[in-house]
């Protein structure tokens, strides 16, 4: 059962602050975001310089909250991956529009394996080879 007043986080990390265009977009979609922030690595960080920027902000978000890494096995990824020893956080990578929307729609309770499964589901069905059907033959 849903609890309205207990909001999970989201936090993105990803290259460059792409991360944050993304969120101001999406409120075209679903309205005002909440909970929602992002830390972007950037060329002049080091990878530990990024990681402590990272548990500083961790540190401060609800157990089991939620982690969006733009890509699997990069820096982003990794010091999501580190810090998850260490702090009870869930983590996905790939991030994209509707992995972001399907992750706020769960956000009004603690994130479990199962619905970071059904957000990841969500993401991969909506990645599809969209072309007009070629004409039936016998219908020209």
């Keep these: 059962m849903a609890n309205d007043s ?3 986080e989201i936090l993105l990390l990803t290259h460059g602050g792409w991360g944050e265009t ?3 977009k999406l409120t075209m979609i679903i309205g005002q975001i909440k909970g929602v ?3 972007a690595l950037n060329p002049s ?3 530990e310089d990024f990681l402590q920027k990272v548990e500083q902000k961790i540190k401060k978000m609800p157990a089991n909250s939620l982690i969006i ?3 699997a096995g990069g820096t982003t990824s990794n010091a999501a991956l580190k810090l998850s020893q260490k702090y ?3 983590i996905l990578s790939g991030l994209s529009a509707i992995m972001l929307i399907e992750a706020i729609i769960r956000q009004n309770r603690p994130f479990t394996d199962e619905s ?3 957000i990841n589901e969500a993401a991969i069905m909506n990645c599809q080879h969209l072309k ?3 004409p039936d033959p016998d219908q020209v």
């Design 6 to 8: 207990y909001q999970s």
């Design 22 to 24: 993304l969120i101001d």
């Design 37 to 39: 922030s992002e830390i």
């Design 45 to 47: 960080d080091t990878p």
């Design 69 to 71: 890494t733009d890509i």
């Design 88 to 90: 009870k956080i869930h």
């Design 116 to 118: 970071i499964k059904e």
């Design 132 to 134: 007009v059907p070629a």
